[in-house]
């Protein structure tokens, strides 16, 4: 697998990290990563057309809340969950709690 | 003092939320608000043009996080705080630790 480039731990800001979670489909995309560490791109249940996606998934790469890897036809991704918990203690887990409460998707996983 | 519309507490969603905070000068506010609940929306050190900062303000007070109210010739600001714990637990209480140990323009207030 090729990896995506992706910023370093300490160049990551919290406005920057809380601009990529400030979306609903992206708060649903970390949320489903999380639960599925290495998952495809490809979302299908969302409503939303591919190249939105696309979009989704680069703002989280570059605002380093996701890890993306090419494999073969596919991209797979990965929540930088253990990095963003060192960088910003706290801070995921409290949104990862809330968005399952919150989210309008969150039955569809 | 006359209180500026504000959406109720049931309305607010995480999204909005964090979108509103994800950006380094509302993040500045947010801290700046809670440390100084009922300042004056006017802010002088940050090198944001006036236009600038009410955008800023309307964003914070449009997604729920900050009160204002007209107050003569001022606008005063307070933070969400109760109600934001009540419907997002631990989330700004998270974010403004964060803040304070992050912000470039933590020694400024």
């Known amino acids: 697998m090729r990896p995506l480039p992706e910023p370093a731990l300490e160049s990551l800001t919290l406005a920057s990290v809380l601009y990529a979670l400030g979306d609903p489909v992206r708060l649903e995309l970390v949320r489903r990563t999380y639960a599925d560490p290495g998952r495809t791109c490809a979302v299908e249940d969302l409503g939303v057309p591919k190249s939105t996606l696309t979009s989704h998934w680069r703002i989280l790469r570059e605002a380093g809340v996701v890890r993306m890897a090419v494999d073969g036809r596919y991209r797979r ?14 801070l995921l887990d409290v949104i990862l709690r809330l968005c399952a409460e919150d989210s309008p998707h969150g039955a569809l996983t």
Chains 1, 2 share one sequence.
């Open 77 to 90: 991704i990965w929540l930088r969950t253990d990095e963003l918990r060192e960088r910003f203690p706290e």
